[in-house]
């Protein structure tokens, strides 16, 4: 399985960027990036996801690495509604292993 | 609001009863799913049920015993709990489990308390 490696914990400043980073040195030319977050007590919600060009919506930009093995979810100016914890998944593209699976996730802190 | 509603939201049963958790999308959604989220653990996939058959069970005790009558609708059925079974159980929905470029919704989840 391609696997995504991220760091357990990140704290922010209210109104600031923020830049998660996500490690997938195994990552395979068919396999799309997808970033979800969870906020407290609540089910995870989609952010945004991409597979070799940069991305940008209304919550986030995704800037994907050259050689996609790294990836990183930007967050404009974060809010403390931004708080949560953000997961990196790689969707295989192979037959039969694409559905969703996460891993720990990075623990955002946002001060006020 | 996400378009994946789950019920009840909290559960409280003991280890003798059966119960069951309810999921239901109208998204038109084809692909439907049953995750479990244990304290300070990363959210593990039980069950994937594509155009209401079920596609993959990762090795889940047969006391989760999952249905999905229709397209719009997933149940777990619970029955002889343990109390390690206690956890966050979420429900999601994608429009299709094949294709990559899609996003899946996620139900707010039912907290089960297993006594």
């Known amino acids: 399985d391609a696997k995504t490696t991220q760091p357990n914990s990140m704290e922010s400043n209210e109104e600031e960027p923020v830049h998660l980073p996500c490690n997938h040195s195994?990552?395979?030319?068919?396999?799309?990036i997808h970033w979800y977050r969870q906020l407290p007590s609540q089910g995870p919600e989609y952010v945004i996801h991409?597979?070799?060009s940069n991305v940008n919506n209304r919550m986030a930009s995704l800037a994907i690495a050259e050689d996609r093995k790294s990836s990183t979810l930007i967050l404009h100016r974060a809010t403390l509604r931004d708080a949560a914890v953000y997961y990196c998944?790689?969707?295989?593209?192979?037959?039969?292993?694409?559905?969703?699976?996460f891993g720990a996730g990075t623990r955002l802190t946002v001060k006020p | 609001e996400t378009g994946v509603t789950q019920t009840p939201r909290h559960l409280v049963m003991g280890m003798t009863n059966k119960k069951s958790l309810k999921c239901e999308q109208h998204?038109?959604?084809?692909?439907m799913y049953w995750y479990k989220q244990s304290a300070k653990k990363p959210l593990e996939l039980m069950f994937v049920?594509?155009?209401?058959?079920?596609?993959e069970n990762n090795s889940v005790p047969s006391r989760f015993s999952p249905e999905c009558p229709n397209s719009s609708h997933l149940f777990l059925h619970l029955h002889t709990l343990q109390p390690e079974d206690s956890a966050l159980y979420l429900c999601?929905?994608?429009?299709?489990?094949?294709?990559?470029?899609?996003?899946?919704?996620f139900g707010q989840g039912t907290r089960l308390t297993v006594v």
């Open positions: 991409g597979l070799t």
């Open positions: 999601a929905s994608s429009q299709d489990r094949w294709d990559l470029n899609t996003e899946a919704f």
């Open positions: 195994t990552i395979s030319g068919t396999d799309y």
């Open positions: 998204l038109g959604h084809n692909a």
């Open positions: 998944i790689l969707r295989d593209g192979t037959y039969n292993n694409n559905d969703m699976r």
């Open positions: 049920y594509s155009l209401e058959e079920r596609v």
